[in-house]
T-cell receptor
Framework: DGGITQSPKYLFRKEGQNVTLSCEQN?????MYWYRQDPGQGLRLIYY???????QKGDIAEGYSVSREKKESFPLTVTSAQKNPTAFYLC??????????????FGAGSRLTVL | QQPVQSPQAVILREGEDAVINCSSS?????VHWYRQKHGEAPVFLMI?????EQKGHDKISASFNEKKQQSSLYLTASQLSYSGTYFC??????????????FGQGTILTVHP
């Protein structure tokens, strides 16, 4: 079955450490997204990529980095510069980013806790 | 800039109706609606592309008023399975935000027997 796989599901990190969250899709979708979810704040866009080797900052990109070297993969690195990284992270993809075609399919999420 | 949803939370008995509103300060190209059950990923419900468009999905329907930059989600004869958090997502018309889907803060809907 086609879908999005995020790993790990749970992750604990010490302050000052970088951590990378994996996101892989086998839907042959062009566009991929990373959202952060905090209670009461909904889903906030971190980065998105419309095509391989290209990506754009979302609303809260500071302290995060991404790469898009392959169509199916869009890993997110949470760096030590991110001041409040404890959150639930959701990866999503869409057929493309054309308005109307950008119906998102989400992964199951990764919960990051900074100790 | 995030669209604003209201109300923040709704509590219903089975069979009752509810309306969730979503408004934006910017001109919109499209509005999306998603539902997220506790501990699960958000799931797509519907997308509205044109001003004044209305869509339905079982007993869940939505409208999009392009001029007012607002959308409403209507849940009729609610069922227990409707419980969850509902998010609207918006794509702004034109500019550099092409393809960027921005979500509201969510509305928590709880349906009791």
């Amino acid at each position: 079955d086609g879908g999005i796989t995020q790993s790990p599901k749970y992750l604990f990190r010490k302050e000052g450490q970088n951590v990378t969250l994996s996101c892989e899709q086998n839907l042959n979708h062009d566009a991929m997204y990373w959202y952060r979810q905090d209670p009461g704040q909904g889903l906030r866009l971190i980065y998105y990529s419309q095509i391989v080797n290209d990506f754009q900052k979302g609303d809260i990109a500071e302290g995060y980095s991404v790469s898009r070297e392959k169509k199916e993969s869009f890993p997110l690195t949470v760096t030590s510069a991110q001041k409040n990284p404890t959150a639930f992270y959701l990866c999503a993809s869409s057929r493309d980013s054309t308005p109307g075609a950008n119906v998102l399919t989400f992964g199951a999420g990764s919960r990051l806790t900074v100790l | 800039q995030q669209p604003v949803q209201s109300p923040q939370a709704v509590i219903l008995r089975e069979g009752e109706d509810a309306v969730i509103n979503c408004s934006s300060s910017k001109a919109l190209y499209s509005v999306h609606w998603y539902r997220q059950k506790h501990g699960e990923a958000p799931v797509f419900l519907m997308i509205l592309l044109k001003g004044g468009e209305q869509k339905g999905h079982d007993k869940i329907s939505a409208s999009f008023n392009e001029k007012k930059q607002q959308s409403s989600l209507y849940l009729t004869a609610s069922q227990l399975s409707y419980s969850g958090t509902y998010f609207c997502g918006t794509v702004n018309a034109g500019g550099t935000s092409y393809g960027k889907l921005t979500f509201g803060q969510g509305t928590i809907l709880t349906v009791h027997p």
